[in-house]
């Protein structure tokens, strides 16, 4: 069966300091990719997705970056962490089943705090 | 950008009233699906409609999806304190691409 791995579940970060979180699928190959942020007490934003290696596509300007080294990794980076940066980020993936793919599973989030 | 609205942000019933949400989307959808969210966990998928006009039902859940295929709606009849949560809608575009977007949600509170 599949699984979607995330870490870390929480952090505090002070202001202006790098960022990396990480989400593994296992189970499945050539997955979409995902990472969402959702704002406490708000819906989800995304921003960023994958369908493959090294394509990333950005929905959103902000100071975060994604990468996607291996087919079932995907990475979410900053270089230097701004407040507005808090939040609960998800990763999540899907089948790449042509243009109506299927549900999307969640990771079970990073909770990020920036002091 | 595409835009999906969601209505109400929250909802306050009674164990055993129903409950409904809306979804609304700026332009035509070629998918509509529907999330729960427990509070301080993730979004679980409940179900995706696809076809114009379509409805699903989950037990006491019942899902619909317009005729123009640019809105939804969630029904909870009778709710159950196991129903707390948020209810987020989340749509992709006609043209095609595989990102999903997603509604504010609406938070339910089940007062029992």
């Known amino acids: 069966s599949q699984t979607i791995h995330q870490w870390p579940a929480t952090l505090v970060q002070p202001v202006g300091s790098p960022l990396s979180l990480e989400c593994t699928v296992e189970g499945t190959s050539n997955p979409n990719l995902y990472w969402y942020r959702q704002a406490a007490g708000r819906g989800l934003q995304l921003l960023f997705y994958s369908v493959g290696i090294g394509q990333i596509s950005s929905e959103v300007p902000q100071n975060l970056s994604a990468s996607r080294p291996q087919d079932r990794q995907f990475i979410l980076s900053s270089k230097k962490l701004l407040l507005s940066d808090s939040g609960f980020y998800l990763c999540a993936w899907s089948v790449q089943a042509g243009v109506n793919t299927g549900e999307l599973f969640f990771g079970e989030g990073s909770r990020l705090t920036v002091l | 950008g595409q835009q999906v609205m969601q209505i109400p942000q929250y909802q306050h019933v009674q164990e055993g009233e129903d409950f409904t949400t809306y979804c609304n989307s700026s332009?035509?959808?070629?998918?509509i699906q529907w999330y729960k969210q427990r509070p301080g966990g993730h979004p679980v998928f409940l179900i995706q409609l696809v076809k114009s006009g379509e409805v699903k039902k989950q037990k006491r859940l019942t899902f619909q999806f317009g005729e123009a295929k640019k809105n939804s709606s969630l029904h909870i009849t009778a709710t159950q304190t196991t129903d707390v949560g948020t209810y987020f809608c989340?749509?992709?575009?006609?043209?095609?691409?595989?990102?999903?977007?997603f509604g504010a949600g609406t938070r339910l509170f089940v007062k029992a």
């Open positions: 332009t035509t959808l070629s998918n």
């Open positions: 989340a749509g992709r575009k006609n043209t095609g691409g595989f990102k999903t977007i």
